[in-house]
Structure formats: C-alpha cells, structure tokens
C-alpha cells in the first residue's frame, strides 16, 4: 500500500518543527510581554458559524462535512469567528479588556502553492472589549515588535474599512453591492468592480496609497462625505499614536480586508520578494462579530499571522535559527556498566539534554553517533573511573577528555554548556 499525505499538507521532520516551535515561542514571548493571555479553540466548528460573516472568500473555501448525527460541521478556516463564539460562550463575565492569542493549523481548500497550503498556522491575537485608537495602534505594534523581534524586513500597509464602506454609504449604495465591492477591491478585481459600481469618487479613494501626501489627497477626495471623513478622521488619530512610536508604515486606502466583518482601522504586512504569497499577516477593528453571536455590542480588534509564511521569510532572508543540540551523550564503556550510567545521567536531565545508548552499541560507535547528532559532550563510563567516584568527560569540539568526581558533574557542565 502506498498511501500519501493529503494534497496541500505537509510532515515537518525534526529540524523543521524545531524551527517552528523555535519561532513560535519567540513571538509567543512578545505577546506575552504585552500582556496577552493563550487560549485554544476546536479544530473543527458549527459552519454555520463562519458562513454567518466571514466572508464569500472563506466560505468559498471551506472544508464542510456532516458528522454521523447529521450535523453541519467545518474545519476552521480562521480563527476570530471561533474567539468571538467561545468569549459569548464562556468568557462574557469575565472584566474587559480581554488580551487573547492563540496558536494554531487553520484549514482552506486553496490552490496550494509555495506559501498556500490546505493545512496552515496561524498565530493572532484578539483584543476585545476596548475602541480606541490606542487599542488599533497597540494591535499593529504587536504585529510590528513581533517581525521585528525576528529580524524579519517587511512592510506593513494601514487602511480602514470605514472610509471606503463610510463612502458607498454616503452615496447610497445597497450592503450587499457594499460587500461585493469589497470583494472586489480585495481581489483586485477591478474590471468587476468598474461593473458594479461606476461613481469615480471610489475609484480614486482606493487607488491612494503612501505616506503623508496621502492624507491631504484624501482629506480632498472625502471632503463632502460625512461618514467616510469621520471615518478618515478615525484613522488619522491611530496613525498619531504609531508616529509616536517610529513605525514605519505605508497608507493604502485600496486595503479591503477580504474577511467581512472588518469595520474600522484594517492592516496587511507583505514580505519583499516572498513571491505571490507574501501577505505575511492581516488584520483589524471587528466592532460588529461579537454582537452577532453574543448580542453584546463589544468592539474587539485583532490580527492573524501566517506562520507558515513567516518560517517561508525566515529562510529567504536568512535569518538563523539556534539548533538545539544534546549536551551530552552518555557512553557506557561495556555491558556491566550501563545501568550505573543511566543512575549517573538521570539528574543531570533536569538542566541538560542528555542522550543514552539505548542500542547497546561499543563505545566508539556511540562516539561516531555523538558526532552525527553534533552533541558537545561526551560522558564515558567505565569500571576504573567509577571505582574513585569518577566519569570521563570528552568534549567533541576538540576531542580533549577530563576526569571528573561524579558530584562535580552538574557543575562543571553548567559552567561548559550553559
Ligand atoms: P486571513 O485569515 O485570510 O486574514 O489570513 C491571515 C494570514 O494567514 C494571511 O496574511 C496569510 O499569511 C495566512 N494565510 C491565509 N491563507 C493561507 C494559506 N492557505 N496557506 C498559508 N497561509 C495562509
């Protein structure tokens, strides 16, 4: 039988899920230090609750199915739907603001491709309870400080869905042609969009896209939109907070976040020459999500990385990743002294990563085994050092070997290894 892995999944061999876990807990730390708590939600949901807002694009891609009672089911295809169903159903006594993150594979019947997958992780935060535009400035630094953490160069693109769906209803334009255009602009999709909608007002608002000019150019074009300037106005105050803090960002009024639910401040991180992929992040203010599952009208504000997409950018930009090699790797020097060795070496697995034969190999095969899996020590075990109390320690840098009491051990290897 030879049967293979599903198309667009993928098995990730040791060194590869070492990398992952590596990036995962560095930007897991940074979420952390502001302040944001872990949470995990189930793989699979009700669909009805992605297809209530998540948008034409996801539903479009989801992986539905019915389980044996007949029930309606999907794989997530994202997470926010899934945050604001679990705080309606557990969190809502809890006192906001709420910091969550979360970590975690996301399932999309896509087109794979480099950077596309059927399986993927995704890591997000969601801050819920507050509207404020620290709140959308404090969402978009996390995203910032965490790239920057990794050493990652990127660039990150700042819209707000509020404008242009603040435009279309100043000129009256029907929420189901609104969502369409979003759609549209999303995709790209301009042809489509010049059919739905004709006004050219709209068509010059998405195409602004820079920096401080674009703000004059804007404040022009919305003048006699009220609703779309408020919404403009909106955004000018969460730009202040991150021009406090020196981040760099590009305007783009042409962002329409392809998720439905978005309502206010939106933001898109690209990596430079990822290739088609290099949406490395998306995310923004939902005001209306928790409503629709929890009748409380609570704001929330949030992003999703694409992990996937950002070990993609680790590796095109070169950034190095520390390899987690064993410290040591015991060697008893024949049979009588095996169990001894694994009496010595057993403590020591409370600080170190410690390897033991367990082939019963001779010694210079396990030495050969040490140097394949680059351990940097050595310990060897035999009668004659064991009489006085004593191990042999060989560093597999240099080759050089000292004796040393066996309650010195952990000592000494602090002081070698950590
Ligand atoms: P979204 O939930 O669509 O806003 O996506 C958030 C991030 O997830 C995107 O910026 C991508 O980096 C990543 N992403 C979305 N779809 C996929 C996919 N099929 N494969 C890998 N990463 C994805």
Known sequence: MNIKKPRGTRDFPPSELAAREYIKSTLSQVFEAYNYQRIQTPTFEHAELFQLKSGEEIEEHMYVFEDKSSRKLCLRPEATASVCRMFSEELRSIRLPLKLYYYGPMFRYERPQKGRYREF??????????????????????????????????????????????????????????????????????????????????????KLKGSVNVITQADNILNE????????????????????????????????RGLEYYTGTVFEIQIPKLGAQSQICGGG???????????????????????????????????????????????????????????????????????????????????????????????????????????????????????????DLENRLTKLCR
């Open 121 to 206: 992780w995704q890591i997000g935060m969601e801050l819920i309870g507050p509207q404020s535009p620290e709140s959308d400035a404090e969402t978009i630094l996390l995203a910032y400080d965490s790239l920057t953490k990794l050493g990652l160069t990127f660039t990150l693109e700042i819209g707000h869905m509020g404008i242009i769906r603040g435009l279309m209803s100043d000129l009256k334009i029907d929420e189901n042609i609104q969502n369409k255009v979003i759609a549209c602009i999303d995709k790209g999709d301009i042809s489509q969009l010049e059919q739905l909608v004709d006004n050219p007002v709209i068509h010059d608002l998405i």
């Open 225 to 256: 939109y009220k609703t779309a300037k408020t919404a403009f106005n909106e955004l000018k105050e969460v730009l202040e907070w991150l021009d406090n803090m020196g981040t760099e960002y590009c305007l783009n009024l042409g962002i329409a």
């Open 285 to 407: 203010r939902y005001d209306n999500l928790i409503e629709l599952f929890s009748g409380l009208k609570i704001p929330a504000v949030g992003f999703a990385f694409g992990f996937d997409r950002i070990m993609n950018a680790i590796k095109l930009q070169g950034i190095k990743i520390p390899e987690k090699r064993a410290d040591l790797v015991a060697a008893p020097v024949n049979n009588a002294m095996r169990q001894h060795t694994l009496k010595i070496i057993s403590p020591l697995r409370d600080t170190f990563i410690v390897d033991f034969d367990v082939m019963n190999r001779k010694l210079d095969k396990i030495l050969k085994y040490a140097g394949d899996i680059q351990a940097k020590y050595v310990l060897i075990v035999g009668p004659e050092d064991l009489k006085d109390n004593q191990v042999t320690l060989r560093n597999m840098g240099d080759g050089k070997q000292e004796k040393i009491k066996i309650t």
